[in-house]
C-alpha cells in the first residue's frame, strides 16, 4: 500500500489560501537552465504580482526566509535540493508598462523579450540585454550585463518585499557593482523594477543589438543546458582565457563539461549533477591557482543543499 502524503503544514495552507499553484517536492531541476536540482520541499508560484506579495508577506510573517528563483538562468542548485520554499517569479509576475523612456515592468518579465520590445520602439540602453536569459528581478539583483553596459546604468527604482514592508529603492541604495548589488544576501524580493532608457532610432538601436547578438552567438554556448559564466572575470582578465590558457577547454567529470566554444560556461551535456558540476569547477580553480595563481571566485549562485 501506498503511504499516503503527508498533511500539509500551517505555512502550506496559509500559502494555499493566497497563491493557487504551490507544489510539494517539486524538482527544481524544471526551473532552472542548468536543469540540474533535487526538490524544493515547497514551490510557490504566483500567478500575478499581487500573489507573490501575498505569498511573500506569509513567509516572512511566519518567520521563514523565501529562496527566489527568477528563470533560474544563473544559479546551480544541489542534487539534495531546496529545503524550505522556493518562490519562482515567472510569467505569471511579468506585466510590462512602457510609457515615454520609462518601462515600468514585474520581476518575472522575461529581459530579451523587453530588449527587443524596447529597441522596436527605438528606445536605447537594453541593447545588451537581449542574449541574457534572465527575468528582469533577476538581472537586475544579479547586475547583469555584458558588452561593457550593466542594467545598472538603465535603472531607476525597484519595489522590494521586505520583512518590515515593501519598500522602494534607488540607484544609491542599490550600490550596483560587477555582478553585485545590495540586494544579495538579503532575504529580500524585489517586485518590480522602472528603468530609463533614452529614445533613438529604432533602427540604429536594433542594429546595435542584433550586432552583440550574432557575436554571442559566435563566441557562447547558446542553447545549451548552463548556467552562464560560471566564474567571475578576476580583476583585469577574463576567466574564460585564463581557462583555456591553462587546457582546461572540454575538461569533464560526469555528464559535465567545460565548454569548447566558451571556457568559462561549464554545460551540462545530459544527466550532469551538481556534484559533477561542482567536482569540474573545483579541477578548474585548483589548475589555475597552481598553475597561474589565480583564484577564481564564482559568479553563479549556490542554492540548496549539495
Ligand atoms: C546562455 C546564458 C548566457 C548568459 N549571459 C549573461 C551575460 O551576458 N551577462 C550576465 O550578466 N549574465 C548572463 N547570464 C546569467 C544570467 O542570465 C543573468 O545573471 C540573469 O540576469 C539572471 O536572471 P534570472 O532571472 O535567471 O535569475 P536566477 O538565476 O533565477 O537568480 C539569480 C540570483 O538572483 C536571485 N533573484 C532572482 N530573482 C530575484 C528577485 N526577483 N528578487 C530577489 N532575488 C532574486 C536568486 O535568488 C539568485 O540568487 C547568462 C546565462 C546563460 C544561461
Redesign the pocket.
Known amino acids: 500500500m501506498n503511504a499516503s502524503p503527508a498533511a500539509p503544514s500551517g505555512l502550506e495552507r496559509r500559502l494555499r489560501e493566497v497563491v493557487a499553484d504551490v507544489r510539494r517536492d517539486e524538482p527544481t531541476s524544471r526551473h ?3 536543469r540540474i536540482g533535487g526538490p524544493a520541499d515547497l514551490m510557490v508560484i504566483p500567478r500575478s504580482s499581487e500573489e507573490l506579495r501575498a505569498a511573500v508577506a506569509v513567509l516572512f510573517e511566519e518567520g521563514h526566509r523565501p ?9 546551480l542548485v544541489g542534487d539534495r535540493g531546496i529545503r524550505g520554499t522556493v518562490v519562482k ?1 515567472g510569467k505569471g509576475v511579468g506585466r510590462v508598462r512602457i510609457k515615454g523612456a520609462k518601462v515600468s515592468a514585474e ?2 518579465a522575461g ?1 530579451p523579450a523587453m530588449a527587443l520590445r524596447t529597441a522596436r520602439r527605438g528606445l536605447a540602453g537594453l541593447e ?2 537581449a ?17 561593457g553596459h ?2 545598472g546604468e538603465v535603472f531607476e527604482a525597484a519595489d ?1 518585499l521586505t520583512q518590515d514592508g515593501p519598500i522602494c529603492l534607488g540607484p544609491e541604495a542599490m550600490s550596483f557593482g560587477y ?1 553585485t548589488t545590495a ?2 544576501g538579503r532575504p ?4 518590480s523594477v522602472t528603468l530609463a532608457l533614452r529614445p533613438d532610432s529604432p533602427e540604429l538601436v536594433q542594429s546595435r543589438m542584433q550586432g552583440w547578438l550574432e557575436r ?1 552567438g559566435a563566441t ?5 543546458m ?4 560560471f566564474f567571475r572575470n578576476p580583476s583585469g582578465d577574463h576567466a574564460g582565457r585564463l581557462i583555456e590558457a591553462v587546457g582546461c577547454k572540454g575538461l569533464a567529470v560526469g555528464g559535465a563539461r567545460v565548454s569548447q566554444i566558451h571556457a568559462n ?1 561549464i554545460v551540462n551535456e545530459g544527466g550532469a549533477t551538481a556534484a559533477d558540476v561542482l567536482a569540474l569547477a573545483a579541477q578548474v580553480r585548483a589548475r589555475l591557482q597552481e598553475r597561474l595563481g589565480v583564484t577564481l571566485e564564482l ?3 549556490l ?1 540548496g543543499e549539495f
Open positions: 532552472v537552465l542548468f529562496v527566489i528563483l527568477g528563470n533560474g538562468s544563473n544559479v517569479i520581476a518575472g529581459l545588451f540585454a542574449g541574457i536569459p534572465g527575468s528582469v528581478g533577476g538581472a537586475v539583483v544579479m547586475n547583469a550585463g555584458a558588452y550593466s542594467m522590494v555582478r540586494i544579495q529580500w524580493v524585489v517586485a554571442r557562447q554556448p547558446i542553447g545549451r548552463s548556467a552562464g559564466c560556461y559568479e553563479v549562485k542554492l
